[in-house]
């Protein structure tokens, strides 16, 4: 338990002392913000803030864990780097395109193919590692089963294809987690703190959820041994519980800095990276269709983007709302930013509720 709230509280104080200081550095070297033409007009002023600001809270979260864990003489699991492995290689991505476009001053980052194609490397090389590893317990930290609150046996990909092939769509269907999930968040960060401010929430779920597996863990010698039937069968749970803290701790410090107005932009780099966070603590906590509800604001948002794109086109230029994503479209009806970022605030709040609601009742039910 000392570990987890040392991890929390270290990056939060390294987010919260150190954003300032890198916002300043970043505006000197002119890593400004740039916007886009298409972008509402209230967005002009934040040209010229400083962007890539996801640096900082990567750094402070991945400084948070390994400090908490050194102080706690434990030492790291495979559990726990698979997460930072996921959270700091979708973050290079997206420093990449951000380096791109404030470098050149335009909206040409990174294209979209290069984007979708350094995801799945990422996407691959965690689920061959999180397959293949094997823990002290004899289990690996994913599975080849499709998950809601935990496996579901019929959903098997090699019951269902065989060894290999099972392998090859479990490697797919991870990659697909990844990219839609990394997507999804980028697409939510459009104004300041919404997706800092929604990502807390998110990812703190995990932390509870993570804190209650280790509590029910089938191999925990702590364990109620009335309880057994409905335990955890989950590779290092306390783990995933640790560096989600530490995640959250380094956002809730970036926020003070981010929120309206924002004084740096979390860019492509933060979005990708918590975006990567959130896929590999649903994956490894065995709970991927239950990130429907755990980031339903996320949800919403892409659908917004499909929806209104799908409609434009078949209807040769007609819209649904007025511009997308969905906060963009409240913005153009006169809303004020901050309104639209706290209502968001507590629409993901309410998903996220119901989501540790439902994975809490599941185990009540058994």
């Not at 890198?22 to 033409?37: D, M, S, T, V």
């Not at 890539?52 to 102080?71: C, H, N, Q, S």
């Not at 819209?319 to 969905?326: C, H, M, Q, T, V």
């Amino acid at each position: 338990m000392i570990v987890l709230l040392l991890a929390g509280v270290i990056s939060l104080v390294f987010s919260l002392l150190l954003t300032p200081l890198f916002a300043r550095l970043f505006r000197r070297l002119n890593l400004g913000q740039f916007i886009r033409a298409d972008t509402p007009t209230t967005h002009v002023v934040k040209r010229g803030t400083p962007s890539m600001g996801g640096i900082v809270f990567i750094l402070a979260a991945v400084f948070g864990y390994f400090a908490a864990k050194l102080i706690g003489h434990e030492a790291p699991s495979a559990t726990g780097l698979l997460v930072i492995l996921m959270m700091v290689g979708l973050g290079v991505i997206g420093f990449i395109d951000d380096y791109m476009k404030v470098h050149r001053q335009n909206s040409l980052g990174l294209s979209g193919p290069f984007k979708i194609l350094g995801t799945v490397v990422v996407g691959i090389v965690f689920a061959i590692l999180a397959l293949n590893y094997k823990d002290e317990n004899g289990i690996s930290p994913a599975s080849t089963a499709v998950s809601f609150v935990r496996d579901i046996p019929w959903l098997d990909f090699v019951v269902i294809f065989g060894p290999t092939v099972g392998v090859v769509v479990f490697v797919l269907w991870i990659v697909l987690i990844t990219t839609s999930v990394s997507n999804a968040v980028n697409l939510a960060d459009g104004l300041d703190g919404l997706a800092a401010g929604s990502s807390i929430f998110a990812i703190g779920s995990y932390v509870i959820m993570a804190f209650w597996q280790n509590n029910q863990w089938c191999y925990s010698l702590t364990l109620d041994p009335g309880d057994a039937y409905k335990c955890y069968d989950v590779s290092s749970p306390f783990e995933l519980a640790v560096v989600a803290a530490a995640i959250v701790g380094a956002l809730i410090g970036f926020l003070w800095w981010n929120t309206s107005p924002a004084q740096i932009m979390m860019g492509d780099t933060g979005a990708f990276g918590l975006g990567g966070a959130l896929a590999a603590l649903a994956i490894l906590s065995r709970t991927e269709l239950l990130l429907v509800f755990i980031g339903g604001l996320f949800v919403i948002i892409t659908m917004s983007v499909i929806l209104q794109r799908s409609y434009f086109k078949l209807t040769k230029g007609k819209r649904i709302w007025r511009a997308s994503p969905l906060h963009h479209h409240f913005e153009m009806k006169g809303w004020a930013e901050v309104t639209i970022v706290v209502r968001f605030w507590i629409i993901s709040g309410l998903f996220v509720a119901a989501g540790v609601g439902l994975f809490y009742s599941e185990w009540l039910l058994r």
